[in-house]
C-alpha cells in the first residue's frame, strides 16, 4: 500500500474522494487546487560527462561507472559532447551488470537515423536491456561545417523512424529531412517495444512531443517552482493527446557539489555554473529579477554567490538534501545528478556522500510510504 502525506485541510470528505481516485498512482505532483501529494519513488543516477574533465582514460571510466554501481545507484548518464556517448556507454556495459545506461542528452541532428536506429540496438542487446535513450532537439547550430536547421522537425522525424525501425519488419519513411525504402533492422532491441525514451523538454511543441513519445523527461534546472509550473503543463498536455501522465517520469538534471563544508562543495561549483546563470538569464529570460535581483547577469563576474547557492544543489549532506526535497515537492522522480569536483578523489568522496547520506534519506521515505 502506498500512503500518502495530505498537506492541506480540504476536508475528509474531499480528501477520501479524491484519494480513491488516485489511490494506484505512484507519482508526486502539485495539483490544482492546493493538494499535494507526497508519494517517495525517487531513483538517482549520475551524469558521468562531469568526470570527463577530471579524467579521460577509459580505464578511469570504468572504474567510476563500477563505483557508481556498487554505490547503489539506478543508472550512468554520459552527454553527447566530448566523447562518443554511445560508444562509451557499449564499454560501460561490459564493465557493469546491474545498473541502467542512458545518454543526457543526444542530438538526433548528428546522425543517420537508421545507422542511430542499428547502434542503440546493439547497446541495449549488448546491455541486456538496460539502455535509455535520452534525447534533445539541439539549437539549430553549425555542425561539422553544415547548418543543422529545423532541430524540433529533424528530432521529430527522427524518433518516428527509429520508433518504425524498432517495431515494425520493414521500414519505407518519406520526410523532409530523410527518406528510407524498405529497410528491415535486422537486430532488434532487447527491450519491447524498444529502449524507454527520455526527452529535454521546454517549449509547447517539444512538451507535446514528450507526452506523445516519451517515458521521462528532463525539466527545468533552477528553481522548484518552475519545475512544478512546467510539469504541470507536460501533464495537461499528456491527458490532450489520449497519454496517462503517470508514464512519463519525471527527471531533473542539476549542476551539482556536495561537501562535508559547505564552502568547499560552493568553491567547487561556482567555475561551473555561472556561465548557465548569464546564458540563462538573456532575453526574453527574466531571471535575476526573479530571483529578486536589479542588475541583470551580462557576464559571469556579475553572478553573485548566493545565486548560485539558490539556483543549484550545493553544500553539505543536509543543505543538498534539503533542496533536492524542495524539487520532489515539486514532483522530480528521478535524478541525474552531474557532480562537479576537483580531481578523482574528491570526485568519488563526492559520489559516497550522495549514496551513504542523501540517497538513505529518499529510500527511507520509500519504505516508508510501502
Known sequence: MITYAYMTNHGVGAYNSFLRKVYFSHDLYLLRGGITLVASNVNFGVD????????RSFSSIAKVAIEIENLGFDSAWVPDHGVDPLATLSFIAANTRRIKLGTCVLIP???????????????????????ILGLGAGEGKEMFGTLMDRPFARTVETIEILKDLWERPKVT??????????????????????????????????????????????????????????????????????????????AHLPFTSI???????????????????????????????????????????????????????????????????????????YFVLAIRAPDEKSYFESLKLYAKEVMPHFNKQQNNDS
Open 48 to 55: 558521468v560527462g562531469p568526470f570527463f574533465r577530471i579524467e
Open 173 to 250: 519513411y518519406h520526410g523532409r529531412f530523410w527518406k528510407i525504402k524498405d529497410y528491415s533492422l535486422e537486430l532488434k532491441p532487447l527491450q519491447k517495444p524498444h529502449p524507454p525514451i527520455w526527452i529535454g523538454a521546454s517549449g509547447p511543441r517539444m512538451l507535446k512531443v514528450t507526452a506523445k513519445h516519451g517515458s521521462g523527461s528532463f525539466g527545468p534546472q533552477l528553481i522548484p517552482k518552475h519545475y512544478q509550473e512546467w510539469l504541470n503543463r507536460l501533464r495537461n498536455i499528456a491527458e490532450e493527446v489520449g497519454r496517462n501522465p503517470d508514464e512519463v517520469t519525471p
Open 109 to 131: 541532428d548528428h546522425r543517420h537515423p537508421v545507422l542511430l536506429a542499428r547502434e542503440i540496438s546493439a547497446l541495449d542487446n549488448l546491455s541486456e536491456g538496460r539502455f
Open 259 to 333: 561537501s562535508n563544508d559547505h564552502d568547499v562543495a560552493l568553491k567547487w561549483l561556482e567555475p561551473h555554473v555561472k556561465w548557465f546563470l548569464v546564458w540563462a538569464s538573456q532575453p526574453p529570460s527574466s531571471l535575476p529579477q526573479i530571483l529578486g535581483y536589479e542588475k541583470e547577469w551580462e557576464k559571469e563576474e556579475d553572478v553573485p554567490r548566493e545565486a548560485v547557492e539558490r539556483c543549484f544543489i550545493v553544500g553539505n549532506p543536509e543543505e543538498c538534501t534539503e533542496k533536492m526535497e524542495e524539487f520532489v515537492r515539486s514532483g522530480v522522480r
